[in-house]
């Protein structure tokens, strides 16, 4: 069968690579690998990814209002910052 194929620029190096490697031609290069890559069997997939976690035991603090806390002193820093630039004016 005869097709146009586009290859990237890498696949395109790695054919010439193995081609000087073997010492041969484009074409059968070419089959070799697709027929490879389409008959060897397929790879297990890789074991997901587990983030360890630890036991830190209780909080040492209230966490109950621990976002309204961040909050007020996300506030105060954009104000002082603020505070900071009109005085450099």
């Not at 990237?8 to 193995?18: F, G, I, N, Q, T």
């Not at 031609?25 to 069997?41: C, Y």
């Not at 983030?51 to 002193?73: H, I, R, Y």
Request: hydrophobic share 40%.
């Amino acid at each position: 069968m005869r097709t146009t194929v586009t290859l990237d620029a890498d696949v395109e190096a790695l054919l010439r690579k193995a081609m000087r490697e073997k010492d041969e031609p484009f074409k059968q290069v070419l089959n070799a690998a697709i027929r490879e890559g389409l008959t060897s069997p397929r790879r297990k997939p890789a074991k997901p990814f587990k983030q360890p976690t630890f036991n830190m035991g209780e909080a040492l603090v209230d966490l109950t209002k621990a976002l309204s806390l961040a909050a007020e002193l996300g506030d105060a820093e954009t104000i002082a910052k603020m505070q900071r630039r009109r005085q450099r004016r």
